[in-house]
């Protein structure tokens, strides 16, 4: 299914409870960012920018930031961007041509219309397939926010595998014309980042 093509971009160093995470809310992100074509009432972006607190650093996989006392710290800081690739200009014989061919892609806005029962029934059957077991995945809030004037989500979860510590995850998702940006905070029950987590949600921009 497409829905599991990011699935398995497990990481490295992190812990399998770290990885199998962060995958899927990838996966899940990416699988409504995929849907959304170019948005005509959204200005374009080219990046998104937040502060990454001093007790995280860089791990091996691009765009992941870890606690400094991992793997005792499990918590984790995750950038990353799905791009349209539709701010591209093209002549007027490109264009021609693509609608000849039949191949115009239709306007569409479903990252737009992601809905809290939508989320969590996806999230929640990546985890139990990938864990093999009911992890009890829970949405406990679903926000609509804006930052500098784009729209988005903030999503708070939590789970809980068989003999592993319950997991809590906030995923800021930022919609602009042609790219989504998403922002992914994941912590282990005992971890004692929220503060960590807070300031960095606070410092989020979008250029």
Do not use: W
Request: glycine share 4%; aromatic share 12%.
């Amino acid at each position: 299914m497409k829905r599991n093509t990011y699935l398995h971009r497990l990481l490295h160093g992190a812990g399998l409870m770290l990885a199998v995470a962060l995958s899927v809310a990838a996966g899940v992100v990416f699988l409504f960012a995929s849907m959304a074509y170019a948005r005509d009432n959204l200005e374009p972006a080219s990046y998104c920018s937040f502060v990454i607190p001093p007790d995280f650093v860089p791990s091996q996989e691009k765009g992941l930031f870890i606690n400094q006392n991992n793997p005792m710290e499990s918590s984790s800081i995750k950038y990353d961007f799905y791009d349209n690739g539709l701010d591209v200009i093209l002549t007027n014989r490109e264009k021609a041509a693509i609608k000849e061919a039949g191949e115009e892609k239709p306007v569409a806005d479903e990252s737009m219309s992601l809905t809290k029962e939508i989320y969590q029934e996806t999230v929640a059957a990546a985890y139990n397939s990938q864990y093999g077991q009911d992890v009890g995945f829970v949405v406990s809030s679903f926000d609509k926010i804006t930052v500098d004037g784009y729209p988005g989500y903030r999503i708070v979860s939590s789970y809980q595998a068989a003999d592993e510590e319950k997991v809590h995850q906030t995923v800021y998702m930022l919609l602009s014309k042609y790219r989504t940006f998403t922002i992914s905070m994941q912590r282990a029950e005992d971890d004692d980042c929220e503060a960590l987590f807070e300031e960095c949600a606070s410092s989020i921009h979008v250029h």
